[in-house]
């Protein structure tokens, strides 16, 4: 029997997640949260605003450094709209929150948790503090964690009934064509799990097969373009950040002398495209101006400068060669990242504007639902100490229960994963361990916002475990056995 996304006889439920919703942001609105972020400011994930009314197309396509979704959504509702611009985003990105709102519920539906006790969740994950912060903030950190709540909502739609496999496919190209993270290797992995366990393997090719093509399109150009088979050219400078840079500059200076790295690794990552410039001097113009330029027109530092495709490729290749020759070091770094990971995800600094405004009230509620008792690290004291009093203790722990339980309950349903629940959590938990797993060893500083794309799937797979243990199934507290 085919299920509605919207049925009728959840038009209550919906309506109150509807007015919980309005209410909290009208109360937020009151309290001095506001939307930040203006094209016109700038920001490290944004082009010149100058090129989205004179360049436009040209340079979204030509753009190396990240995945151009982003850019060319702000840059529409920019020329759209220029006298008004921040208005149409900050409610659009309210619809996000609607629809997010309506996947959590469905996800909870799906996962036979009861239309109460699922708006109860709903709602409780879209007032909190981080959900409002993500949501007035201009990044991708809120459209991914959307597209990804909805893709769970479409991969138990075709896992069940068949149906839907095009959007599901869609929206993880979306995904991968907004943040980097969610790489190409990502999207072929979700491709072969649904064609692993999906009955109609046919239909799984001809679903995904347009949107991975899109991707890797995308892919091939930088690889034509930079040399490089990826979606964003950063991805040496991140990883040295947990690397390189955690690394006692004495002795990284002996290996500079040694010839074992590069003088790079005496160059913080992300600095001035004119501190590269110096050492790479034949970076070649190519007239097109995000290439080009070394400033914006605001006159801030252009973080698409070609210079960068270059000097990210060796600071990669100095982050690998202290992997090999230091790897206890970098586990430490990861240790780090991970202790990061476990912060709530209203405690990063980018958001420490609209957090200030609230600051008590968020406190509290990180207190409550999270298990953190303080929130007051700076980031640079959580780059290099750790605190029990800062993690957040109910995170961890629903982290721990969801992957222990997740995988003893797929043990358990080995035979049936085909099924559309199995299905559903298979695709969660491997998402929640892809992001994790990818997420803190290949960065280090904002690991709770990278955590804050699965925060939905985990609050709502534990509960899920949690039901199944205390009402239908008690073998999953008994020994691993075959």
């Known amino acids: 029997m085919k299920r509605a ?35 016109e400011v700038g920001a490290w994930h944004l082009i010149d605003p100058a090129l989205y009314q004179t360049d436009f197309l040209r340079s979204i396509f030509h753009l190396h450094s990240q995945p151009p979704l982003m850019n060319f959504f702000i840059g529409f509702v920019y020329r759209s709209s220029p006298s008004f611009h921040q208005e149409v985003l900050q409610i659009l990105y309210l619809g996000m929150g609607v629809l997010l709102a309506i996947s959590i519920y469905r996800l909870c539906k799906d996962l036979e948790l009861g239309g109460w006790l699922s708006s109860a969740f709903t709602i409780c994950f879209m007032v909190s503090p981080a959900t409002v912060f993500y949501e007035r903030s201009l990044s991708y ?7 990804l709540a909805l893709a769970g909502v479409f991969f138990f739609r075709f896992a069940g009934h068949g149906r839907n496999g095009h959007f599901l496919f869609w929206s993880l190209a979306l995904m991968a064509l907004t943040w980097s993270l969610f790489h190409w290797v ?21 679903a995904g097969l347009a949107p991975f093509l899109l991707v890797t399109t995308r892919y091939g150009k930088n690889l034509v373009q930079v040399g490089d088979f990826t979606s964003s050219t950063w991805a040496g400078m991140n990883l040295s950040k947990i690397v390189t840079f955690r690394t006692p500059e004495k002795e990284r200076k002996q290996m500079i002398r040694r010839g074992e790295l590069s003088e790079f690794a005496l160059i913080p990552p992300f600095r001035n495209p004119l501190a590269y410039l110096e050492i790479l001097p ?34 990669l290749m100095d982050a690998l060669h202290l992997i090999r020759a230091m790897p206890e070091a970098y586990l430490r770094s990861i240790f780090q ?3 990061i990971f476990f912060h709530p995800a209203s405690d990063f600094d980018p958001i420490l504007g ?41 995170i961890l722990a629903g982290f721990l229960g969801t992957v222990v339980f997740g995988v003893r309950y797929l043990w ?41 794309s699965i925060d939905p799937y985990l609050m709502v797979l534990p509960v899920f475990l949690a039901k199944i243990i205390v009402v239908r199934d008690r073998n999953l507290f008994q020994p691993w056995r075959r």
């Open 5 to 39: 996304f919207l049925a009728p006889g959840e038009r209550i439920p919906h309506l109150v997640i509807l007015a919980a919703l309005l209410t909290s942001r009208i109360l937020y609105n009151r309290a001095g949260v506001q939307f930040e972020g203006d094209p």
């Open 141 to 147: 950190g809120y459209p991914i964690t959307v597209l």
């Open 186 to 206: 990502w999207l072929l992995l979700v491709w072969a799990l649904t064609f692993t366990i999906h009955t109609n393997r046919r239909q799984v090719i001809l």
């Open 282 to 315: 034949h970076t070649p113009k190519t007239g097109i101006p995000v290439l080009d330029d070394i400033y914006t027109s605001i006159g801030s530092r252009k973080f698409q400068q070609l210079v960068y495709a270059e000097a990210s490729r060796l600071y």
């Open 337 to 339: 990242a991970v202790y």
């Open 354 to 394: 609209n957090r200030s405004r609230i600051w008590e009230f968020d406190q509290w509620w990180n207190r409550i639902f999270h298990g953190q008792w303080l929130g007051d690290e700076t980031s640079i004291e959580r780059n290099v100490s750790r605190s029990i009093l800062h993690v957040g203790w109910w």
């Open 412 to 452: 358990i349903h080995r035979m049936d994963l085909s099924s559309a629940v199995p299905a559903l959590v298979v695709f969660m938990m491997f998402n929640i361990l892809y992001v994790t797993l990818i997420g803190n060893t290949m960065d280090i500083g904002e690991n709770n916002r990278f955590r804050f």
